[in-house]
C-alpha cells in the first residue's frame, strides 16, 4: 500500500480518489439537465454530451462504496450499539436537516413571491410538476423516513450508506473468518449478479415478455436467485479486497486499467447514446447502461480505482488541502445539489462550448460548495459536524 511520508502516514492516494469521486459526482448532477429537460433533450449535441460525460463518470458513487469497504472492513468497534452510534448518527443528522431543506425549499419561494418555474430550474426533475404548496413541502418531509423526493436526488445515497452500516458489523464477520480465496468465490458471483439488468431488459421483457422477472422473481417474489450477493454489498467487499494495493508495476497497472476503463467506457456510452437517440425512450431505458451495479461500471470502477491507488503526493500544500476536503466531503454532498440548477443557468445560455460547460460547473460548484462547508466549521467549529457531517 503506497504511503507518503510527508502525510505522516495519511493515505493520501485515498484522498485523491475521494477528490475524483465528488467531481463526478457533481458533474453526474451537472449533466441531468441535459437529458432529464425536455427542451435540453431536443437538441441532440446536449444529449450527445451527457452521453460523453455520463459515462466518464459513471463510477463516481461505487467508488465513495469501495473507498467504504476499504477504510471499515473489518469492523473493529465493538460491540454493535458502538459502531453503529459512531457511522450512522454521523450522516443520519446532516441528512434530515438538509432533506428538510430542500424539501422546503418550493414553499419558500412561494413565500418570497417567486415564480414557480423557479423550482424546476434549481431541481430538473421537478419540471411540469412544481409546486409551491405547504401541505406539498410537507408531504415531503415526512416522507423523508421512507424515501427522497425529486428535490433531493442525491438523498439516495444516504439510505443505501446507512443501509451498508447497518449490514456492515454482520458482513465483517463472515471476512473476518475466510480467506481471500473465499471471498474471491462471492465476488465472483456478485460479478454474475451485475449482468441482472441486462438479462431483465433484453431476455425476460424482448424474449420472453416475462415483466422483467428472472431467477424465480415473479409479483409475489422480488428475491430471485443472485438477491443475496447483489447489489453494492460487492463494491464494499472489492474496496476491502483490493486494499493492500496491487504489485504491477505503473506501465503494467496503465495498461490493464486502460483496457479496462475503455471497454467500460465504449459499452456505457455506445448504450446510452443509442437509447438517447429514441425520443420515446422511457428514464427506465435511459438510465439502463447508468446502472451502477453493472458490469460495464465496474470495469470503469476498478480501473480508476486501481490506477488512483499509485498515486503519490508529497507537497504539503496539496496534502493538506485534500486532508481538509475529506473532513469536508460529507457536507460537499449535501449542499452541492442546491448550486446545480443556478450554475447551470448562469452557464447554459452563455456562449461557452456545450463541453466546457460540464467540467466548469462541477469544478465551481465543488469550490463553492467546500467553502461553504469549510466555513461552516469555521464558524461552528463543534456544532459543524451535526449539520454538515
Known amino acids: 500500500m503506497i504511503k507518503n511520508p510527508a502525510a505522516d502516514n495519511r493515505l493520501v492516494w485515498l484522498d485523491v480518489i475521494r477528490c475524483v469521486a465528488m467531481l463526478m459526482v457533481i ?35 461505487p467508488l465513495f462504496v469501495m473507498m467504504t469497504g476499504l477504510l471499515l472492513l473489518p469492523v473493529k468497534e465493538q460491540p454493535l450499539g458502538t459502531f453503529y452510534k ?4 454521523r450522516v443520519l443528522f446532516p441528512f434530515l436537516i438538509w432533506s428538510v431543506l430542500y424539501s422546503m425549499f418550493p414553499w419558500f419561494t412561494g413565500v418570497l413571491g417567486l415564480p414557480k418555474e423557479i423550482i424546476g ?43 451498508l452500516y447497518l449490514y456492515m458489523p454482520f458482513f465483517s464477520g463472515w471476512i473476518g473468518k475466510n480467506n481471500r480465496k ?17 438479462l431483465r431488459e433484453y431476455v425476460s421483457n424482448w424474449l420472453f415478455d416475462r415483466d422483467g422477472y428472472l431467477f424465480g422473481t415473479d409479483t409475489w417474489n422480488e428475491f430471485g436467485m443472485f438477491y443475496y450477493f447483489a447489489g453494492f454489498i460487492g463494491f464494499l467487499l472489492l474496496g476491502h479486497y483490493v486494499k493492500e494495493g496491487n504489485n504491477w508495476s505503473l506501465p503494467k497497472t496503465l495498461l490493464i486499467c486502460a483496457v479496462m476503463f475503455i471497454a467500460g467506457y465504449y459499452i ?17 431505458e435511459m438510465e439502463l447502461y447508468f446502472t451502477f451495479c453493472s458490469p460495464n461500471v465496474l470495469l470503469l470502477t476498478l480501473s480508476m480505482f486501481l490506477l488512483l491507488q499509485k498515486a503519490v503526493i508529497n507537497n504539503p500544500i496539496v496534502i493538506k488541502a485534500l486532508a481538509n476536503m475529506t473532513k469536508c466531503g460529507f457536507g460537499i454532498y449535501m449542499v452541492h445539489y442546491f448550486l446545480v440548477g443556478p450554475f447551470f443557468l448562469l452557464i447554459g445560455p452563455s456562449s461557452l462550448p456545450i463541453p466546457l460547460q460540464v467540467p466548469l460547473m ?18 461552528a467549529p463543534k456544532k459543524a459536524h451535526i449539520i454538515m457531517g
Not at 86 to 89: G, M, N, Q, V, Y
Request: hydrophobic share 45%; glycine share 4%.
Open 362 to 379: 462541477a469544478v465551481l460548484i465543488f469550490l463553492c460548495s467546500w467553502a461553504f462547508t469549510a466555513l461552516v466549521y469555521k464558524i
Open 121 to 163: 430550474d434549481f431541481f430538473c426533475y421537478t419540471q411540469g410538476h412544481e409546486s409551491q404548496n405547504l401541505m406539498d413541502s410537507l408531504k415531503d418531509v415526512a416522507m423523508i423516513p421512507f424515501n427522497f423526493s425529486h428535490k433531493e436526488n442525491h438523498m439516495w445515497y444516504i439510505y443505501l450508506l446507512i443501509g
Open 182 to 198: 473465499t471471498q474471491q468465490a462471492f465476488l465472483l458471483i456478485w460479478v454474475i449478479s451485475l449482468f441482472i439488468p441486462y
Open 86 to 89: 459512531k457511522r450512522i448518527f
Open 268 to 284: 456505457t456510452y455506445t448504450g446510452f447514446s443509442t437509447t438517447a437517440e429514441n425520443p420515446n425512450a422511457t428514464e427506465t
Open 27 to 61: 458533474g453526474v448532477h451537472c449533466i441531468d439537465p441535459f437529458y432529464i429537460s425536455p427542451t435540453m433533450r431536443a437538441i441532440p449535441e446536449y444529449t450527445h454530451w451527457a452521453a460523453v460525460y455520463g459515462s466518464l463518470f459513471r463510477p463516481s458513487v
